[in-house]
Structure formats: structure tokens, C-alpha cells
């Protein structure tokens, strides 16, 4: 059984005796016609699953809905504000920290989850406790290594990078039109007025038709690797 959200026991914590806990979180919003609503919580979780098991680190199950607002007006999306989210991950870092866990690893799958980096940033304000990742230097690195095409400009949605990533994990969930749903639109100069709905019909910022599964297990070992220095930054 492959299943998303951790399976461990209160037990299995303990002997763990993690001192870093890793929360994934993603999003419920349009990804095209040929990736799922919840593209975005599956690409968080693939990734801090994959941190948990490379350094033995305490797996939270992710948060699903958060701020998907440019993506409004495509059918099945869902957000909550930024101050919402900004409680749920204080809260959850809160509630580790009493329980003797004082570091966090944010696991960022919506690039529209701008909060997220005002929140580390104040959390770290006395030293150290919390980090996001992946960032835009890890992702250029994950893109290099795996030959990707585009760059994450060009890539911005449901194209070659996410594809890449289900296609590895999950090609079950993929549609098999997506090697028909390439959609450029650059520059988007206006995007935090207009949403995506001002550059893109479809919901597809990307090319998505030059995806692999070779190109997602590249991807994801890329960024099992470079989670080692924020790792040592925690610790």
C-alpha cells in the first residue's frame, strides 16, 4: 500500500525520537484537465516523505487547502487566507515545540504560498527553528540535474516539472492528454491582479508534454540532497 500521509505509530515516534518534524504543505486548486486538484499536496508530501526517511525525521500529515487565490474562477479550487495559514503552521509548530520538538521543515508545494517565507522569517528571528524548502535555488539545481527544458518562469503550472513528478510517483493520476497541454504565456507582468484566468485558458502554464518519470526521480533525488545544508542549519 502507497499511501500519502504517514502510517507510524505513537510508538514507532518515540523510539524515533526525531528532533526536526517535517510538514508538507500543498493546496486544492485546478491543475489542467489532466493532473489533480491536489497536485500540489501530492508534490509536498512526495518530497517530505522522502526527507523523512533519508534523515529520520518526524512525518506530519499535510495541510490541503491553502492560498490558492489566482487560481479562482477554475472549477474544484478552494483557499483560505494567508492569515489562516499563517495560524495553522504556528499552531502546529506551537504544539511540537511543547511536546519537544523545537525545529520544523516547511515543505512548500504551491509557489502562491508567499506567506510562508514571513513566517520562517519571523520564526528564526532568536535563532534557527524553521526552514522552507524547497526554494527557487533548489528547484534551478532539481531542473539542471534532471535535464528539464524549460525554466520555472516558462513552467510555471501544471507543466514539465509537476508532470515529471507524478509521472515517477503517481502516473495513475495523470491524465494521457497531457502531452497536448502546452500553454506559454510570458510575461505575466499583471498576475496578482488578474489570476491566472489573464494568461491562460486551460489552467496550463507550462509544457507539460516534454514530462518524464525519469525526469520526476531525478527531480525528487535532487532535492533529497540539497535538504542536507538546511538540515545542518536546524541542527
Known amino acids: 500500500m502507497d499511501i500519502l500521509i504517514t502510517t507510524a505509530t505513537s510508538h514507532d515516534e518515540q523510539d524515533r525520537a526525531a ?8 493546496s486544492f486548486e ?17 518530497i517530505a516523505r522522502r526527507l523523512s526517511t533519508d534523515y529520520d525525521l518526524l512525518l506530519l500529515p ?13 472549477a474544484g479550487t478552494v483557499s483560505i487566507t494567508a492569515e489562516s495559514l499563517t495560524a495553522v503552521v504556528t499552531d502546529v509548530a506551537d504544539s511540537l515545540r511543547r511536546s519537544g520538538i523545537e525545529r520544523l521543515a516547511i515543505i512548500n508545494g504551491h509557489g502562491g504560498n508567499y506567506v510562508l517565507a ?18 527557487r535555488m533548489e528547484w534551478e ?12 518562469s516558462e513552467d510555471m503550472h501544471a507543466g514539465e516539472l509537476e508532470v515529471s513528478l507524478l509521472l515517477h510517483a503517481y502516473p495513475e493520476l495523470v491524465g494521457d492528454d497531457f502531452q497536448q497541454g502546452d500553454w506559454q504565456a510570458s510575461p505575466r507582468s499583471h ?3 488578474t489570476g491566472m484566468r489573464g ?5 496550463v502554464i507550462g509544457r507539460p508534454s516534454l514530462a518524464t518519470a525519469e525526469k520526476g526521480r531525478v527531480i525528487l533525488d535532487s532535492l533529497a540532497r540539497s535538504f542536507k545544508d538546511h538540515l545542518a542549519l536546524l541542527l
Open 19 to 26: 528532533r526536526v518534524a517535517v510538514l508538507p504543505v500543498g
Open 30 to 46: 485546478q491543475h489542467g484537465g489532466f493532473l489533480p486538484l491536489i497536485t500540489d499536496t501530492i508534490v509536498a508530501c512526495l
Open 62 to 74: 499535510p495541510v490541503t487547502l491553502s492560498c490558492s487565490h489566482e487560481h479562482s474562477g477554475f
Open 118 to 135: 514571513n513566517v520562517v522569517q519571523q520564526a528564526n528571528v532568536a535563532g534557527p527553528r524553521m526552514t522552507l524548502f524547497p526554494g
Open 141 to 152: 539545481a532539481a531542473r539542471a540535474a534532471a535535464g528539464l527544458q524549460t525554466t520555472a
Open 191 to 193: 498576475l496578482l491582479v
Open 199 to 203: 494568461y491562460t485558458e486551460s489552467g
